[in-house]
């Protein structure tokens, strides 16, 4: 055990979390406790219509009542932000709602007191009357709807491949992606058997226990804006357009989050926050109570129909994809969702002829943005249950089927990139032999069924992003990380720090990380798609690295030999005379990239690596009432080697969890827009008591550029488990479930109905 | 969110809560537990001037048995019931009902009285009253009333209750030892209020027929309720497999089954004939659903 902190061995070590001792002592710094001198608090009205005209929003009532400072609308964001329109990808999202409304709990106006419940009151006695416009809440519809969400198409130009977008009207698609290899069409009409089937996902929401909270304090020469983000340099670069200011004169600090899980990206609440400040000259915090968080940003509802050409011998010929995203009404990073998730739609197979269709669709719903997976599970849902249903038509046993068609190394993907340090196979065969694949299973007898079934599933790395760090080495030899990854609970500080540790041959455990502050901390492109152990852990290392060489260089100069072991603080002070001075190292880091075709989607160089994660399950269906009870989970992940396996474990069982909750329980209701579930006491999460016995891993395996071979694992653990528990109901009771939630009653209502009695109602 | 501003008083004496809520004209609340009132609260799905909370006040946390059966008094908790070492056998049906109610957490805090006075449709105390016919004691300006549960129970969060009443006890007939009973119910997760639950229970005659059997449901309709025309069909009957499907076949017989986002009506009803079957075939001691497929 205590060699293990020594130094020389920091990759590989299961260090507890170096936080781990604040969190639960009550230490660790969060927003929503920030409190500034002056600051007023903002509570937000809302919009009650999913599509309609302003005509009138009276906010008399408001401002009278006792204790308001100010209540602010869109038309008054203009005085500080003549243009308010924000997003990643499109700026179509008002800071407050401008003209129309596009969905219902859209933010409209603002109250600002000194007493946040004042302020709520007061928020109750605003009122708005709207024209309502027909509104569209299916993505197929959207298609096709006279309903238009947006009057415009105001594409954000930062990426080349949203330009011919710009300003078109009379359409909800937001983004179409189109890729074609091979001749799709000639193998589907000479193919022995062709498969058809159409899957759907359900609206969720990503529900961090710390709901959005920002705070902005207006400081003369600029702005600082305290918030729990996941991209800190974003927010600075977004809120400096916005203004027109350079960059720095905006600073964002983050502090820890309590979790994140994509919904804190890009910009939420900060231009609101920012606005507010500017405005009033005082600082404003909005913090977003847990039912906001259902109007904030949800997961792509979606659909998906998939066409696959078969042979004989059960080799897919060729496969078309075609899927339709549900953005709601704002865009948020919905068609980076479309078009870099969109091309893994055909799945780790092997095919040659491939045509995708992938569709980012507005509508009058909450928008739809990043969800750990990043609209991966949405895809594996569909072609790993289309897997299964092709083997069972074809007798094939579900394994075989997959390991006759899977993608191997060095293959090329449906871009074109050839797959490279992916272990696909590994993962498949892990599964198969920790599921006793090949033994006797007892199926259960009586109204008490059971089955197994598995799936495998792959993601691209979103490309290309940079990361930039900074490692200062002070005048004792202790070391201090300077980066912008937020440590949401994922680990990152802990892992960056065993890198910094490895280089520089000290414990990890003595590495400081200054969390993000722009002032300070270099640029990253952001928290989010698993990038960071990849991106920002090799920016870290060569930031170790640089200031292990400039130390080295500083011995030299001192006339020391190479290699001389002399103590970091003697160094320093035979340099300065006394204990002073510092050492800096930079690493930055942007991986290589090529665009993908317009027409074609092809590449050569889709993405700088390959996530690769895989479940199997064990379950039991009552059949009387259709409870799925789950015996047991496994998860398999290929995450490179992992920094650190016991973080790695955590993050493959977290995400598992979390896609538990997506697949058996988890679904936003709504009522003409309105949704009527927000509350976690009706929205039902996975509690503790929920949580199935489960085996979380990664295979041996080794990315050959990562920083000392590894790679993102946050979202793995997401990718299969929907599939693998509908694949296991029909091995259990032979019904198909091809729409999530999995509830009970929905598979007890196809057990009826597969019996020829189908419940009446519905 | 926070619950609006409130006065809060805690009396020593039934008689200074009462007077408490009396001269607040239904504008006070009582708080027993406040697992159920505080969501409320927070929600602002109510705004009462005054809380009073009733904690203080002696001789409301008995648990007693005799040969009028068992008393609850309106602070007992379900961790009391749950712990007791003599319930399981004087009224194994509570025991047993009372082990589905929420988390443990739920547990240590809630209570029979507040349970019965919020009378959610789903909770599990308030179907047990109906299906034992409990009495209610409940004390107000107006001195004592004993309630029968059949009469107490009005609508969804309901009841007979005036607003300076006070429930103080519920009184469960006895429980003969040799009696047959079962509970069963299903919930989405685990610690949830039931879609469906039902309560079973009767006594047999010598020659093995049942006589007097009570089968109460929750979750189904705005309140507890007995199932009428499934106690009809047993009564008299030996228990076998066909006697069971036969009864529970009957479980929604004119019942006007609720739905809300949980779960629709037609699932309910379905739900609550599975859960009836099983607990006959419990209660009956017979084994499992047998081979149907
Ligand atoms: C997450 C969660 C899950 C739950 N799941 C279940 C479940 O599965 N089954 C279940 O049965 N319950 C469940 N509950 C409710 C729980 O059992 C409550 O504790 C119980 O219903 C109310 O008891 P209480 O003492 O907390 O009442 P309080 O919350 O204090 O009061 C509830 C209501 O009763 C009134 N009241 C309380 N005591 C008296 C009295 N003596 N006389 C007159 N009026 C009174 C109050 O004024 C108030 O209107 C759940 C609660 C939560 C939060």
New interface residues.
């Given amino acids: 055990m205590n060699e293990m902190t020594m130094p020389g061995r920091q990759i590989g070590r299961s260090l507890p979390r170096l936080e781990a001792r604040d969190k639960v002592t009550g230490r660790t710094e969060y927003v929503h406790n920030l409190r500034l001198p002056g600051m007023l608090y903002g509570k937000i009205f809302r919009s009650t219509v999913a599509h309609g005209r302003i005509r009138n929003i009276d906010v008399t009532a408001a401002r009278a009542h006792a204790g308001v400072a100010h209540v602010i609308t869109g038309e008054d964001v203009r005085k500080v932000i003549p243009r308010p329109f924000y997003g990643p990808a499109f700026h179509d999202q008002p800071v407050l709602a401008l003209d129309k409304v596009h969905y219902v709990g859209e933010p409209v106006a603002v109250v600002l007191a000194s007493d946040p419940?004042v302020a709520?009151e007061a928020v109750q006695l605003i009122s708005a009357e709207y024209d309502e416009l027909p509104a569209v809440f299916d993505e197929v519809e959207a298609m096709s709807s006279q309903a238009v969400v947006h009057d415009e198409l105001k594409p954000a130009g930062t990426f080349p491949d949203l330009k011919h977008l710009q300003g078109r009207r009379n359409t909800n698609v937001a983004l179409d992606f189109h890729l074609r290899r091979g001749d799709v069409d000639k193998a589907f009409a000479t193919a022995d058997r062709v498969f058809e089937h159409t899957f759907r996902t359900q609206q969720v929401l990503h529900l961090p226990l710390e709901p959005f909270v920002s705070v902005a304090e207006p400081t003369g020469s600029g702005i600082t804006i305290h918030t729990a983000s996941q991209s800190p340099s974003f927010v600075r670069i977004e809120i400096a357009r916005l203004l027109g200011w350079p960059e720095n004169r905006v600073r964002v600090k983050v502090p820890y989050l309590g979790g994140g899980f994509g919904a804190k990206l890009y910009i939420k609440l900060e231009a609101m926050v920012t606005a507010l400040a500017l405005l009033v000259q005082r600082p404003v915090k909005v913090a977003l109570?847990m039912?906001e968080q259902f109007y904030t940003l949800t997961k792509h509802a979606s659909t998906f129909r998939i066409k696959s050409a078969v042979n004989k011998d059960g080799r897919i010929t060729a496969r078309h994809c075609e899927v339709w995203w549900n953005g709601g009404a704002y865009a948020d990073i919905g068609p980076r969702i479309t078009q870099k998730s969109g091309f893994t739609a055909p799945g780790p197979y092997d095919i040659d002829n491939v045509s995708i269709d992938s569709y980012s669709l507005y509508t009058n719903l909450p928008p739809a943005g990043a969800l750990r997976g990043f609209g991966i599970p949405q895809l594996v849902w569909a072609y790993e249950s289309h897997a299964d249903m092709i083997a069972r038509e074809l007798a094939l046993d579900p394994v075989e089927f997959r390991r006759r068609n899977i993608l191997r190394e060095g293959r090329p993907q449906a871009t074109g990139t050839l797959m490279r340090d992916a272990a696909i196979e590994a993962v498949l065969e892990r599964l198969a032999e920790r599921l006793d694949w090949n033994k006797s299973f007892d199926r259960g007898?009586?109204?008490v069924?059971r089955g197994r079934g598995l799936g495998i599933g792959f993601k691209a790395s979103i490309s290309p992003t940079t990361s930039i760090a900074i490692v200062n080495v002070a005048a004792d030899g202790s070391a201090t990380l300077y980066c912008s990854t937020v440590d949401m609970g994922q680990g990152s500080d802990t892992a960056n720090a065993q890198v910094v540790a490895e280089v520089l041959d000290v414990a990890a455990e003595s590495v400081r990380i200054v969390h993000p502050d722009t002032d300070v901390t270099p640029y990253d492109m952001a928290t989010l798609g698993s990038r960071s152990m990849f991106h920002m852990g090799n920016a870290v290392r060569l930031a170790a690295q640089d200031a292990k060489a400039k130390l080295a260089a500083l011995a030299a100069e001192l006339g020391l030999p190479p290699g001389s072991n002399i103590p970091l603080p003697e160094l320093f002070r035979r340099k300065y005379g006394m204990q002073a001075g510092n050492v800096i190292g930079i690493g930055s880091y942007v991986p290589t990239y090529e665009s993908p075709n317009h027409d074609t989607g092809q590449t050569s160089n889709a993405t700088p690596y390959w996530m690769i994660g895989g479940t199997a399950v064990e379950i039991e269906v009552d059949?009387?009432?259709g409870?799925v009870r789950i015996i047991r989970i496994i998860n398999v992940v290929d995450a490179g080697k992992p920094i650190n396996p016991k973080i790695v474990e955590d993050q493959i069982s977290g995400a598992a969890v979390m896609q538990l909750g997506f697949t058996m329980?988890e679904k936003m209701?709504f009522e003409g827009g309105q949704v009527?579930?927000a509350?976690l006491?009706?929205y039902?999460i996975?509690?503790i008591?929920?949580i199935p016995p489960m085996i979380s891993e990664a295979v041996d395996a080794q990315q050959h550029d990562g920083p000392f071979g590894a790679k993102g694992v946050g979202e793995s653990g997401t990718f299969a488990l929907s599939p693998a528990i509908a694949n296991a109901i029909e091995d259990a009771v032979g019904v198909r479930v091809t729409e999530l939630p999995i509830?009970?009653?929905a598979v007890?209502?196809a057990l009826?109905t597969a019996a020829n009695d189908p419940?009446?109602?519905? | 969110?926070?619950p609006p501003r409130f006065d809060y008083a805690r009396p020593d004496s039934l008689a200074g809560a009462i007077a408490l809520l009396a001269a607040h004209n239904g504008d006070a609340k009582v708080i027993a537990g406040g697992q159920s009132l505080m969501?409320m609260l927070n929600?602002r799905l109510t705004s009462p001037r005054l809380l009073v909370d009733i904690a203080r006040i002696a001789d409301l946390n008995h648990i007693s048995a005799g040969a009028d059966g068992v008393r609850l008094g309106a602070l007992v908790r379900w961790r009391d019931i749950e712990r007791h070492p003599t319930l399981a056998k004087l009224h194994p049906l509570l025991v047993e009902a009372t082990s589905h109610v929420a988390?443990y957490q739920i547990r240590n805090r809630g209570t029979v009285g507040g349970s019965l006075a919020h009378a959610d449709p789903a909770a599990e105390m308030p179907g047990i009253a109906i299906a034992c016919d409990a009495q209610i004691i409940v004390v107000g300006r107006a001195g004592q009333r004993t309630i029968p549960a059949a009469d107490f129970f009005v609508g969804a969060l309901m009841t007979a209750l005036e607003p300076d009443e006070v429930i103080v006890e519920v009184r469960l007939p006895p429980w003969p030892g040799e009696r047959h009973f079962a509970f069963e119910e299903?919930s989405?997760?685990?610690?949830?209020f039931a879609l469906a639950g039902v309560a079973v229970f009767y006594d047999l005659d010598g020659q093995g027929r049942v006589i007097d059997p009570h089968i109460g449901a929750i979750g189904v309709t705005s309140r507890p309720v007995r199932l009428n025309a499934a106690e009809a069909a047993l009564a008299g009957r030996a228990v076998d497999e066909a006697a069971i499907l036969a009864v529970a076949a009957l479980a929604d017989d004119g019942l006007d089954v609720a739905e809300d986002?949980?779960?629709?009506?037609?699932?309910r009803r379905?739900?609550l004939q599975?859960l009836l079957?099983?607990a006959l075939r419990r209660a009956a001691r017979l084994p499992?659903?047998?081979?149907?497929?």
């Fill in positions: 419940y709520d109570t039912e007898s009586g109204t069924r059949t009387e009432t409870h329980q209701l009527t579930n509350s006491a009706d039902k996975p509690s008591l929920d509830t009970a009653e007890y209502r009826r419940l009446e109602d519905a | 969110m926070k969501p929600f988390h299903f989405r997760r685990k610690g949830d986002i949980h779960a629709p009506a037609d699932y379905a739900l599975v079957e099983r499992d659903a047998e081979q149907t497929q």
